[in-house]
C-alpha cells in the first residue's frame, strides 16, 4: 500500500518542521537569556571591569613659614624580573634589547631613569669609582661589596684587593659591556645606563 502526499499534506509537514524549529531556538534562547543570563552577565562584567584602589593624595605639609617640607608627586616604577638561569650570551643580548626597548618608551612617555652605576667618567674623561662618599674607609667597604656583588672580587690580602686582581674601572666597564652584551655602537652614556639597570 502507498501513501501518496498531497500538496496541502506537504506542505503541512514542512510548516510542522519548520514551526518544531522555531520552538527549539525559542527555548534555547529563553535558556541562554532568562535561565543562564545572569551568570554569563557576571562573566562579561567581570572581563570587562578591574577595580583598582588608589590611596588620596597627603597633600603639601608646611612649616610656619609656608616653605614646603614635604608633598606628593606622582611615579611610576617599572620593575624587570628576569630568569636567573636563563644567563647564556645569547639570552643576555637579547634582555639588553628589551632594556633598551624599554628606556626607549619611558622617555618617549617624559619618564626618567635613575642612573646609579658607580663607574663615572671624570673631567678628563678617566673612568673611576664614585660611591657617594669621600670617606675613605667608607669608600673601600662599599668598592669591596660592590666588587663582591658583581663577581669581580678575586683575591684579598689584609683587606685590599691584590695585585693583578684588583682591575680599575674601566677594564671593568669594558668587560661589563661584554658580560652583558651592550651593542658596540652605543655610546657611553647610553651604556652606563643600561649597566645601571643590569
Known amino acids: 500500500m502507498k501513501i501518496e502526499l498531497t500538496d496541502n499534506r506537504r506542505l503541512f509537514v514542512f510548516m510542522a518542521v519548520v514551526f518544531m ?9 529563553a535558556n541562554l537569556t532568562i535561565v543562564q543570563g545572569t551568570e554569563y552577565a557576571d562573566k562579561a562584567s567581570s572581563r570587562t571591569k578591574e577595580e583598582i584602589i588608589t590611596t588620596g593624595a597627603r597633600g603639601i605639609i608646611m612649616d610656619c613659614n609656608g616653605v614646603p617640607l614635604a608633598y ?22 637579547h ?19 635613575n642612573d646609579n652605576f658607580s663607574i663615572k667618567r671624570n673631567e678628563e674623561g678617566l673612568f673611576e669609582f664614585d660611591f657617594g662618599t ?10 669591596q661589596n660592590w666588587r663582591r656583588d658583581l663577581q669581580f672580587l678575586d683575591k684579598y690580602k689584609d ?14 666597564y669594558t668587560i661589563m659591556r661584554t658580560r652583558y652584551q651592550i651593542p658596540p655602537e652605543l655610546g657611553y652614556e647610553e651604556a652606563r645606563l643600561l649597566l645601571s639597570i643590569w
Open 72 to 93: 606628593d608627586e606622582k611615579s611610576y616604577d617599572v620593575i624587570f624580573y628576569k630568569d636567573p638561569s636563563k644567563n647564556s650570551s645569547d639570552e643576555r643580548a
Open 134 to 143: 669621600t670617606d675613605l674607609v667608607v669608600f673601600a667597604k662599599r668598592e
Open 159 to 172: 683587606g685590599e684587593l691584590e695585585g693583578e686582581y684588583k682591575r680599575n674601572p674601566e677594564d671593568i
Open 21 to 29: 524549529l522555531f520552538c527549539a531556538l525559542i527555548i534555547q534562547l
Open 95 to 113: 634582555f639588553t634589547l628589551i632594556l633598551m626597548r624599554a628606556i626607549e618608551i619611558i622617555r618617549k612617555n617624559g619618564g626618567v631613569i
